[in-house]
């Protein structure tokens, strides 16, 4: 039996390059680059490489690259560190309905401290409506924080529209590109955002290690206190054989993304086609087209997602039913709800999120485990038979 992993968007793979680069600052080149040593300089020499490494994918500077612990904590930095700073001039923020745990939850903290949320539905697709997020917009208004793409259903957010729209009014503009960072094009520049969140596991990078993009000139203050690292912005001996790890990881990311990008398209539509169009009562989530590569979301009528993920499962597919983050969670997902899905189909969802290295083969086994899945469930429901019987008579 094959083993199929559609599950990327929760992790990828490690990079080989980025493990064989990683390893001589486990045990060689072991030394501090805080230090002022000389065994301190090869470290220190290749945490530099790996901050130009991430700018060059992003039309950054290297000195507005500072290194966190993933995607988590960079999302709590921004939202936490730019309240804090401009709360002077303001205590609003805006978020959308359907930013992933660590800017909802970060969001709620900052509530309790007096902050005011207001949170901007998107449409069907999953897209923020902009006309609501223009009118959501007040004297006070003092951060934006929208995705670049959804960790759910793939929609890939107007960031680029939504920087025209708040240049020159003083608002910071965040964005949690956790989800898209190594897999679309971002330069900073054309986006016109203040900060931008990544994580490196989610590119074929190590788990541990992620980036928060500052803009130059933004002096935002520190979210880990405790030392001078990363130009006194956050504290915390630098994980050097991560942060290597991550910097080839992007250097390879973002080298021939164009042609990479379409042999995934090709496979995700592939998918997409077949399902929709042998798998009665199922629909995609999200934007048809301007979504990420490697997504595709899924809802089937009259079925549960869990009892599908682990059907699959046994036929070694292996997929989520949504963000790894919240997968304990016996709610329906927040997104599906954002979108307009009412609760029983939402909870019949499954999340598809395709690694770099899959292949049509893999597509067509996934696609035939599914129609045998939602088959075999479906004859199992007295909900679906009633259904079919109905729709007999009509």
């Known amino acids: 039996?094959?083993?199929?992993?559609?599950?990327?968007?929760?992790?990828?793979?490690?990079?080989?390059?980025?493990?064989?680069?990683?390893?001589?600052?486990?045990?060689?080149?072991?030394?501090?680059?805080?230090?002022?040593?000389?065994?301190?300089?090869?470290?220190?020499?290749?945490?530099?490489?790996?901050?130009?490494?991430?700018?060059?994918?992003?039309?950054?500077?290297?000195?507005?690259?500072?290194?966190?612990?993933?995607?988590?904590?960079?999302?709590?930095?921004?939202?936490?560190?730019?309240?804090?700073?401009?709360?002077?001039?303001?205590?609003?923020?805006?978020?959308?309905?359907?930013?992933?745990?660590?800017?909802?939850?970060?969001?709620?903290?900052?509530?309790?401290?007096?902050?005011?949320?207001?949170?901007?539905?998107?449409?069907?697709?999953?897209?923020?409506?902009?006309?609501?997020?223009?009118?959501?917009?007040?004297?006070?208004?003092?951060?934006?924080?929208?995705?670049?793409?959804n960790n759910e259903i793939g929609s890939i957010q107007p960031i680029a529209e939504i920087g025209r729209m708040l240049k020159g009014r003083g608002i910071l503009f965040h964005t949690d590109a956790v989800q898209a960072f190594g897999h679309i094009p971002l330069d900073v520049k054309e986006l016109g955002v203040d900060m931008l969140s990544a994580s490196g596991h989610k590119f074929g990078g190590p788990k541990g290690v992620g980036f928060l993009y500052v803009r130059k000139g933004l002096r935002l203050p520190p979210f880990m206190h405790g030392g001078e690292q990363e130009e006194g912005r956050r504290a915390g001996t630098t994980n050097v054989p991560g942060i290597v790890g991550m910097g080839v990881a992007a250097e390879i990311s973002c080298e021939d993304m164009e042609a990479k990008n379409d042999r995934m398209v090709k496979l995700r539509d592939h998918l997409i086609e077949r399902v929709l169009g042998e798998i009665p009562y199922s629909r995609l989530n999200g934007h048809r087209t301007r979504r990420l590569p490697s997504n595709a979301d899924f809802s089937f009528q009259f079925i549960e997602g869990e009892s599908m993920l682990m059907s699959l499962g046994m036929k070694g597919v292996y997929v989520s039913t949504g963000s790894a983050c919240a997968s304990g969670s016996l709610d329906p997902s927040h997104v599906l709800l954002g979108i307009g899905l009412p609760h029983e189909i939402a909870h019949g969802s499954i999340r598809v999120s395709i690694p770099e290295d899959a292949t049509m083969e893999q597509m067509d086994y996934a696609a035939d485990a599914l129609k045998t899945t939602v088959e075999t469930m479906r004859s199992l429901s007295p909900l679906y038979d009633d259904f079919v019987k109905k729709q007999k008579v009509m």
């Open 1 to 149: 039996m094959p083993q199929i992993y559609l599950d990327n968007a929760a992790t990828s793979r490690m990079k080989e390059e980025a493990l064989d680069a990683m390893m001589p600052y486990f045990i060689e080149e072991y030394a501090n680059p805080s230090s002022i040593h000389a065994m301190s300089r090869s470290p220190r020499a290749a945490v530099k490489k790996a901050r130009a490494q991430i700018a060059e994918c992003l039309n950054a500077e290297p000195s507005e690259i500072f290194f966190t612990s993933g995607g988590t904590e960079s999302d709590n930095w921004a939202l936490v560190s730019g309240a804090e700073m401009s709360e002077k001039r303001g205590k609003h923020i805006i978020i959308t309905t359907i930013e992933h745990h660590a800017i909802l939850e970060t969001a709620k903290y900052l509530e309790k401290r007096g902050f005011e949320v207001t949170r901007v539905n998107v449409d069907s697709e999953g897209i923020v409506k902009l006309d609501e997020l223009e009118k959501a917009i007040r004297p006070d208004t003092v951060l934006v924080s929208v995705m670049t793409a």
